[in-house]
């Protein structure tokens, strides 16, 4: 598939973040899949990530599961620092 792509028009995205569930799968795999780390406001993280509740239970979930992605468990290529 990359072959038919220009250079630089796509990424790949570790395995590792591949199969995280949930918010936090969502949000390892797009920010694993942006060139470049840019900070959005929570209610555009909300409405890019289709979350199908209220943006006061988006914002819990996504305390959360950034928590999860700044462990030291969590492997580098996925790790928020």
Same mark, same amino acid.
Request: hydrophobic content about 40%; proline content about 2%; glycine content about 6%.
């Given at each position: 598939?990359?072959e038919?792509? *220009?250079v !630089?028009c796509w990424?790949? /995205? #570790? @395995? /590792?973040a /591949? #199969? =995280? #569930? !949930?918010?936090? !799968?969502? $949000?390892?795999n797009? =920010?694993a +899949? &942006?060139g470049k $780390?840019?900070? %959005?406001p /929570? *209610?555009? $993280? =909300? &409405? %890019?990530s289709?979350y199908?509740?209220k943006? +006061?239970n988006? &914002?819990d979930?996504?305390s959360?599961?950034l #928590?999860k992605?700044? @462990?030291? +468990?969590?492997? %580098?290529?996925? &790790?928020?620092l």
């Open positions: 598939m990359a038919l792509l *220009e !630089g990424t790949t /995205v #570790d @395995k /590792v /591949v #199969d =995280y #569930d !949930g918010l936090r !799968g969502w $949000l390892a797009f =920010y +899949s &942006r $780390l840019n900070w %959005l /929570v *209610e555009t $993280l =909300y &409405r %890019l289709g199908e509740s943006l +006061s988006f &914002r979930s996504l959360n599961a #928590d992605l700044m @462990k030291s +468990s969590t492997p %580098l290529c996925s &790790r928020i």
